[in-house]
């Protein structure tokens, strides 16, 4: 299932939400006493719908799912009891982990690069279980957090299964640490202002993915699927904007409904998106772009091999060979990694030096070219079509027909509101608004309501037309 | 402040749930001409491989209560996120160049005259939409090439070898708007019949005749020979088309004069399905058809049951009807006026008395010719390509048919299984109700959007998915099954590779 489903918005949701308010009820009235506040009941309820909703589109594959966390669980205990063997039992965890996601993600990726060598091996026709990425990911953190002490361990299997199954945040991130929410699984409240801003957050991403990404999809594969025959130069720029678009509101779309209805169940997830497109630098870029997997990568892998301590550019060149790894078993989203990981090398001994005398304006063209073109790496699994993208990109081709005028003019204000909503607006109207009226007072915030109601019911209404016989509407990175 | 909020959006996500869950669900589109989704039968076989719960989420969004209105906005707000740019309305009238009109092989380039400065975009389906405001025009993108369309001339041929001198077959390939009305910075999205119709016509044997109506409706292109909304011509065209066949047949023809023009107002066709671009849809047009006056004429029908397949499952008894339907203004079923449908063999008894008995063979677009021809044949006979149940030699020597004439337009002349299968009718036994079954069904998807109006008239909706038991101007007893009214899929035409663009 995914967010962005009239099923899920109107059928999932709502029978959710009263099967969740008749388990607040259960731990008030049965379970809890004046002393001690129970969430058993509303727990079951979020591991049991959790458990529905990622069966609604991997129906076998849910049983990998609770097989890798019964492991992790087994893991984390044994880690937590033994003192001689607390090492041994984090590498069984972490390399069956890793098993794990080599096998159902990179086997027949692996495969195929022997028979290229000319070995005879069967390339196995194995399909990706949505969202394996990010919950290996979250298995080993919590793995690691245990071992470090950074977290206490979870002692229920229905307590770590909640933090690794829930439906927020499931099946395309944000990788949610353990240690950020491994308090409130067993104790967190929920105040009236957590679900006003957990249902705003919703629609906010709700807006994002339909309204905008949907339709930058459409538009970038006008141009991006094909064959090349009738791509013209202008087209190619237009189509990967688009694309850049799209990928952009389709992620961060997604995060910020996780953000919302984690907030809404009391739990707050960190921010994965910063405005990365308001970006001064590469390496900046990866400060605000799909944070969680960056603070992963930092954590576990960068700072463990040595850091910036020892051979620093060898550590620099895992990172991100990962990264790009991360994202498909395909060598050009490793090649995408490596790219940035060469932009970040580089900028660390020149740009990074000289950035302040810079005008702020080239800085920021700089960037967003690279990262742009970066996106055409990354879109085109095929390294056929990739070569023919880019040299079509770069003028090898006819420069421009009459379907890029009409991409532009009859999207024009799709582009407008995608180009404002790259920009952190929200934050200066809010800021704005406080100055004017002083923050905290009633004017403020009944501007601030009325503005978020307006917004709302639009995003709403609209997104639900949209959805009406929408068909291509899957989410981005839950193919990762 | 934020308890109001709450309790706001709460309520509109409670009412969307109730309306989508416990409201009367749609079960077809207007808009889109089809039969929506049903709800999928439940099997552990489905529930395991995901497909179960996936058809439930399409089902669910693909019936919403409402669906229509929320469709309309939706299509709403994809105008209004668009600037509005004007076209150049500086149409210059050119006279046609005056082919030679006698050698029906020989084919003279067209040069757009009446649209070759307009703007253009692209919609939906890969459609172009042509122009802007009343004038608006939609056109498909045709990807046949020079060497398409060899199957059509080997059909033709292959019914002049069976019948011989005793019968007179002519072939007429029909373009469509896109031939004539594509402006010029369009030009490369969509190929040109031309180079189709003279390989066809190439390949023809030399006693088959050809009719050139490529030619004719090109000297007529600033009238309105197609319709600016749908896929079809309009009835103008074909009758052009029918008075250059009379030519060729020798056989007498009269003009318009001798006609009761008549109009369906408000029509908006199936092009505003495939673009779902609002500017087709609000710029309707008159479907204009013509009368014969003065002629005796009556029409006997053999109406054909399909099965979901597609196939003639049963037959009706000949019952007599009307040749043109009555078809109210605003309907977006104007096209269905001549005969009503296409599940039908259709047989026109006419006061002309010379002797000559034609029988049409022709996709919808043929349609529209019979009507023009009532002075010309004393019968007519009109079967679809797609539905015969009887031996066609013994039809075409039992009805003493003189003349046969192949109609279709340009993408279903590159359909090899449609040329196949009305070969196969020639030796086929009488009163047969379904034939082969598909040997090669699957066929992969293309990838390119360009692709999605290819290439046979069995993939596009044609006419008939507008039948429909809840349009009250249907006079046509056949109500197919709702798999017939989405787009119509032949197994063994789909399994026909796609015309690409080369």
């Known amino acids: 299932m995914v967010f962005s489903d009239l099923f899920f918005i109107y059928v999932f949701i709502p029978a959710f939400a009263l099967c969740y308010l008749l388990g607040g009820l259960i731990d008030k009235h049965i379970l809890g006493d004046a002393g001690s506040k129970s969430l058993a009941a509303r727990n079951t309820m979020l591991v049991v719908f959790s458990l529905i909703f990622y069966a609604w589109g991997e129906p076998t594959y849910v049983f990998l799912m609770l097989g890798s966390v019964l492991v992790n669980y087994l893991c984390g205990m044994a880690i937590h009891r033994s003192t001689a063997r607390r090492k041994g039992a984090l590498a069984v965890g972490v390399g069956l982990n890793l098993i794990i996601l080599g096998t159902f993600k990179y086997l027949g990726f692996f495969a195929r690069q022997l028979i290229g060598l000319g070995m005879e091996v069967e390339a196995p026709e194995i399909a990706l279980p949505i969202g394996i990425s990010f919950y290996t990911f979250q298995s080993i953190s919590y793995l690691v957090d245990v071992y470090r002490k950074d977290s206490p361990v979870q002692r229920t299997f229905k307590g770590l299964l909640l933090y690794i199954s829930m439906f927020p945040q499931l099946i395309a991130g944000p990788i949610v640490r353990y240690g950020t929410v491994a308090d409130e699984i067993n104790a967190r409240h929920v105040s009236r202002d957590d679900i006003a801003e957990g249902v705003y957050r919703f629609l906010i991403g709700l807006g994002k993915k339909v309204i905008i990404a949907n339709q930058f999809s459409e538009i970038a594969d006008q141009f991006l699927v094909t064959d090349f025959a009738n791509l013209t130069a202008s087209g190619a720029w237009v189509g990967i904007l688009a694309f850049t678009m799209q990928i952009y509101f389709d992620f961060s779309g997604y995060s910020d409904m996780a953000i919302g209805i984690g907030r809404c169940l009391g739990f707050h997830f960190n921010e994965n998106f910063n405005h990365p497109y308001c970006c001064d630098s590469i390496s900046d870029f990866w400060r605000r772009w799909h944070m969680s997997l960056g603070s992963f990568f930092r954590d576990y892998v960068y700072i463990p091999l040595g850091g910036n301590r020892r051979h620093q550019p060898l550590n620099i060149f895992v990172v991100w060979f990962l990264t790009g790894m991360w994202h498909g078993a395909s060598w050009n989203f490793i090649i995408w990694g490596l790219y940035f990981g060469f932009i970040v090398m580089t900028e660390k001994y020149t740009l990074l030096r000289v950035k302040d005398r810079i005008p702020g304006v080239l800085l920021h063209v700089y960037s967003l070219v690279l990262v742009v073109l970066g996106w055409g790496i990354f879109y085109f699994e095929d390294f056929g079509q990739m070569t023919r993208f880019f040299t079509v990109l770069f003028g090898g081709g006819e420069l421009h027909d009459f379907v890029t005028e009409s991409a532009l003019a009859s999207n024009f204000w799709l582009w407008v509101v995608a180009v404002l909503f790259c920009m952190p607006l929200r934050r200066q109207a809010a800021q704005g608004i406080a100055r004017l009226f002083g923050e905290g007072t009633p004017t403020e915030q009944a501007i601030v309501m009325t503005a978020r109601l307006v917004y709302s019911v639009a995003a709403l209404v609209l997104s639900t037309a949209l959805l009406v016989g929408a068909t291509n509407n899957a989410f981005l990175y839950t193919r990762f | ?502």
């Open chain 2, 1 to 502: 402040m934020k308890k109001v909020y709450t309790f706001i959006i709460c309520l509109l996500f409670a009412t969307g749930a109730v309306v989508f869950c416990a409201f009367p669900r749609s079960t077809y589109s207007q808009i889109e001409k089809r039969d929506l989704a049903a709800l999928p039968e439940f099997s552990f076989e489905k529930l395991f491989d995901g497909s179960y719960t996936r058809e439930i989420s399409s089902w669910f969004s693909d019936t919403e209560p409402f669906r229509e209105e929320l469709m309309a906005f939706s299509m709403y707000i994809n105008e209004k996120k668009g600037m509005a740019v004007q076209g150049e309305e500086n149409i210059t009238f050119h006279a046609g160049n005056a082919a030679a009109e006698d050698d029906n092989r020989t084919i003279d380039d067209y040069e757009n005259n009446v649209t070759a400065d307009e703007n253009a975009k692209l919609a939906d389906s890969g459609t172009i939409i042509v122009g802007s405001g009343p004038n608006v025009r939609a056109l498909m993108i045709y990807g046949g090439s020079s060497n398409g369309g060899g199957c059509f001339a080997e059909m033709v041929n292959k019914y002049k070898r069976t019948f011989g001198s005793r019968v007179n077959v002519y072939c007429m390939a029909i373009p469509i708007a896109t031939d004539f009305y594509l402006p010029d910075k369009a030009k490369g999205r969509s190929h040109s019949s031309l180079p189709t119709i003279r390989n066809i016509y190439a390949h023809l044997d030399p006693d088959v005749k050809a009719v050139n109506v490529y030619t004719t409706l090109a000297n007529h292109a600033k009238e309105n020979i197609f319709l600016r909304t749908d896929h079809h011509w309009a009835p103008l065209g074909a009758y052009y088309a029918a008075r250059q066949f009379a030519e060729v047949a020798k056989v007498p023809f009269k003009p318009l004069a001798d006609y009761e023009k008549r109009v369906v107002h408000r029509f908006v066709g199936s092009m505003y399905g495939y673009s779902k671009d609002r500017a087709v849809k609000n710029a309707p047009e008159d479907f204009v058809f013509y009368v014969p006056k003065n002629v005796q004429y009556t029409t006997t029908y053999i109406n054909y049951d399909l099965n979901e397949q597609l196939r003639v499952v049963s037959e009706s008894k000949p019952y007599q009807g009307q040749f043109f339907t009555k078809i109210k203004d605003g309907s977006g079923n104007a096209y269905l006026t001549f005969m009503g449908s296409d599940f039908k063999l259709t047989k026109v008894t006419t006061g002309t008395h010379n002797g000559r008995r034609l029988l049409i063979i022709k996709d919808s677009f043929g349609n529209a010719l019979p009507g023009n021809m009532f002075y010309s044949f004393e019968e007519i006979h009109v079967v679809d390509f797609r539905y015969f149940t009887k031996n066609m030699t013994a039809y075409v020597n039992g009805n003493r048919i003189t003349d046969i004439l192949f109609a279709f337009n340009i993408f279903n002349c590159n359909a090899s299984g449609a040329c196949n299968r009305v070969v196969k009718y020639l030796t086929q036994r009488d009163g047969t109700y379904s034939a082969p079954t598909p040997s090669r069904s699957a066929q992969p998807a293309s990838t390119n959007p360009a692709d999605a109006l290819l290439p046979t008239d069995d993939q596009m909706p044609d006419i008939a998915p507008a039948i429909d038991s809840r349009q009250p101007e249907q006079t046509d007893p056949t109500r197919p099954t709702p798999q017939q009214s989405a787009l119509p899929q032949d197994p063994q035409e789909s399994a026909e590779p796609v015309i690409t663009a080369e």
